[in-house]
Every structure is written in C-alpha cells, then in structure tokens.
C-alpha cells in the first residue's frame, strides 16, 4: 500500500519496518475519538473557509459512517497504514476521494495523536472515578456494621493498641478520598486541547483553536505548540496516580491475605471470591487479594516505563513516544479490573468478630492505657511507662493478661492503683475513649461514616 507520507520516497517500507512501526495493534482503540477529533477538526476548516463547508460536511458524515462501521465490526485495519490516524485517514480518502484529502489540512499527526491521547484517558477517568466511588461505598458499608468489631491495631505488625475493624477499614477509605482527588486533579491537566500545534510550530492557517476545544470538551488550549505536541505529563501523572491506588488496593490485599490465614482467622472470604489448590483438598486460597497485590507490580512498571521514556528526549515529537500508549493503556485496563472484583470480596468476606475481640485481648493492647491510668493519678507519664513495663515482664513470666491482675498484685507495682483499674483498661474504653477527632471511639467513627454519607 502506498504511504499517505510516500511522496518523497522512492522505495517501499520494508514489512519489517511496518510492523516494526505500526501502533495499530494498540492505539486502534482510540478510533472513536481520533473519529471525533477529526469530525470537530473539519467542521472547524470549513467555517473558517479554509475548506469548503460542503467538504466539509461530506468529511464529517462519513467519519460518522466509518465509526458505525468500526463499531459493526466492518472495518480492518492496516498494518501498513501504521497507526489509528492514518487507518482512519486512508478509509476516509478511500471513500469519499479528494475530499477526504482535504482533512489534515493544518494539522499534523503530532497534535493528533495528542489529542486523541488526551481524550482517551479523559474517558478512562471518567469510567475509573465511579469504580473507586462504588470501592468506598462497599468499604463504608463494611465500617458501618463494624463500629463496634473491636480487633488489635498493630505497629511493626506487633499487636499495639485496641481499635476497630470500623476506624481500620475508614483509614483505607481516607486513602481512596485522596485518589478520587488526585484523578480530578489529573483530569484537570489532561483536559487542555493540543490541535494547533501542528507539527510542532503551530501552522499559518487561521485555526479557530478555541472552537475545536468548546467542541471536543476542552477547559482551555494550549500555549506553546512545542509543549502542545511533545507533553505526556498527564500521562506519566495518571500512571502515578493509578500507581498509588495499587499501593493502597495492595496494602489492603495484604492485610487480606494475613487475617485469612489460620493464623489470625480475622475474616474469611466468600467461596466465590476464593480459589482451591489442585492437590491440597482443604485449601481456601485469597488469590484475587493475591492478585491485585502481585498486578501493583505491573502498573508501577508501566510508570517506571513512562518516565524513562521520556526521559531526555529532545523537543518537541519523537517517535519514542509512540511507546506511551502500551504502558498507561496496560495501568488503567489493570486498574479498572482490579477494582470492581476487591470491592465484591470486600462486601462478601465474613467478620470473624469473636476472633479479632480475641486478638486484641491478647499482646497487651491496653499497657498505653494502665500508664495512662498512673498518670491520670499523678505520676509523670515516663515514670508511668516504666511501672507498666515491669507489669508487662511480670505477666508475661507468669503468663497473665493485665486484665488478670488480682488488686493486690497490682498495689505490688503502684499504690495510685485502685478498683477502677479494671473498668478503666478494659477494651471498651480504651476504644471509646479515643474520642478525639481522627480517634476509634465508636461516636467519632459513626460522625465521620455518617458525614460521608451525606455527601
Ligand atoms: N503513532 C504515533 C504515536 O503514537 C502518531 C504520531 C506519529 N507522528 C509521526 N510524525 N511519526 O505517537
């Protein structure tokens, strides 16, 4: 087939070099807005007269034919017609002739493909967003039934304080609030209209930039025709942000994967978001936690792989940048399936409640709160540490919880101690009396679930 860009050579490609070339295996799937871009491109030509209107009309109802087409699956893409842009352009001519040749007036496919780009992932967050809200609305499902599921807080993955499955659960919530945010934010950036920059000096056609971007849905232009076709920080931007969801969907997998396990047995997961071993008959594997925490991996590639790519290129286009489209295409495909399957395991596991109040029993959880105990009594807070410290040895060489202590064993270590103890270092309270704002206590975490529902 010859090249739409053919005039100045006078050999073929080698077929090497075509599919060497081609990007038609993976950006084809930005045909409808390489379709829509176009159709605003030529409707914009002819109201400025640079085209004729009646062409473009024509130009403008065949790509909406051509569209249908792709959708019906009638159309088969070329090899050697390389990428999206020039499938669609080479169609186009080939149906309605010289008129289709007059659509790349004033448009290069530099400022294309960046258009395309930008409004492909526009969709995607657009699509992602609902995907992350429907996540925290199952996680806020699950922390409302659990305000009172008291469970072990850890640090270094030591048992620490006691909290709730409720005041854990929302600190996942807290995170994905902030991933909404920064998806906004990149959307805000990615949503800036590139066509006019040409190649990468503009073009001395009179371009009505402005129409084309009201048009396409565009906030605004942009203003510099080098950055207009050579940016992909919105695209390195997206992959960060998709990269952090998979830090937090991978952080939750693995706290998943750790309370399902026989040793915790916090929670167990639904048979249907389960899979079983091919040898082992009494296996109940969390391989879709798995799974998300192992896909991080390769979303955090596709980042690392945007950067380095585009690490040092000289302005403005380089055909480098062909090799953003695999890489952020791969990132959101993986997010967009990761998240509807982790919230459906989410909203199906079982709180094995019995077993995280056990837990927290356990480990000296409320040791903070006997010191605190002493130093609501009086004693300066360092000295209280040491006291309970040496309660702490004591149990643990005869085997007790602080909980068990008799009021003479306690009187042993501080004569502040009184029968109040008990009430004060039990699991509820230490809980409930974490009232501050950001705290456990049930009442703040029901304020704060109850405050995003009505958002
Ligand atoms: N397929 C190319 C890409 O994805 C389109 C732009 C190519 N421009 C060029 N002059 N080779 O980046």
Redesign the pocket.
């Known amino acids: 087939m010859s090249k739409l860009w053919g005039g100045r050579f006078s050999k073929a490609t080698d077929t090497l070099v075509d599919d060497f070339n081609s990007?038609i295996r993976f950006?084809a799937r930005m045909y409808a807005q390489d379709i829509e871009g176009s159709m605003a491109h030529a409707e914009m030509l002819g109201r400025q007269g640079i085209i004729p209107e009646a062409d473009a009309a024509l130009i403008v109802k065949t790509l909406g034919e051509i569209k249908t087409d792709i959708e019906n699956g009638k159309v088969e893409f070329e090899i050697d017609a390389?990428?999206i842009?020039m499938n669609i352009e080479t169609i186009l001519i080939s149906r309605i002739g010289d008129v289709g040749k007059r659509l790349h007036t004033g448009r290069s496919?530099?400022d294309q493909?960046a258009l395309d780009v930008r409004m492909y992932l526009r969709h995607e967050v657009d699509e992602l967003l609902p995907l992350l809200e429907e996540l925290k609305a199952s996680i806020l499902t699950i922390a409302e039934a659990n305000l009172d599921t008291i469970m072990p807080g850890y640090t270094h993955l030591q048992k620490a304080q006691p909290i709730t499955l409720a005041h854990h659960l929302m600190a996942y919530y807290e995170m994905l609030r902030r991933d909404c945010d920064r998806l906004h934010d990149c959307r805000r950036r990615i949503n800036v209209m590139p066509l006019g920059s040409g190649a990468l000096a503009g073009t001395t056609y009179p371009l009505d930039r402005e129409f084309v971007a009201k048009k396409l849905g565009f906030d605004s232009v942009t203003v510099n025709s080098l950055d207009g076709v050579s940016d992909r920080d919105f695209v390195c931007e997206l992959a960060f942000d998709l990269s952090v969801i998979m830090m937090h969907l991978s952080r939750l997998s693995e706290e998943i994967i750790l309370w399902s396990s026989h040793e915790f047995s916090f929670i167990e997961l639904d048979d249907a978001y389960s899979t079983g071993s091919s040898i082992m008959p009494q296996k109940k594997n969390p391989d879709v936690a798995e799974l998300v925490r192992g896909k991080t991996g390769r979303v955090y590639g596709s980042l690392m792989g945007l950067l380095t790519m585009m690490k040092g290129l000289p302005l403005a286009?380089n055909?480098d940048?062909?090799e953003d489209?695999e890489q952020i295409f791969d990132a959101i495909d993986t997010v967009k399936m990761c998240l509807p399957v982790f919230s459906k395991m989410l909203l199906t596991m079982r709180v094995k409640r019995d077993n995280m109040l056990r837990g927290a029993k356990g480990g000296f959880t409320n040791a903070t709160d006997v010191a605190d105990y002493l130093v609501k009594h009086g004693l300066p807070f360092r000295d209280a540490h040491a006291v309970v410290g040496k309660m702490v040895a004591y149990c643990i060489e005869n085997g007790k919880v602080i909980d068990d202590l008799s009021m003479e064993e306690f009187k042993k270590f501080s004569d502040l101690i009184e029968d109040d103890i008990y009430n004060e270092i039990s699991l509820e309270t230490c809980v409930n009396q974490r009232k501050l704002i950001g705290g456990p206590a049930y009442d703040t975490v029901k304020h704060i679930i109850d405050s995003y529902k009505l958002k």
Do not use: A, G, I, L
């Open positions: 990007s950006d390389e990428d842009h496919r530099n493909v286009y055909k940048m062909q489209k």
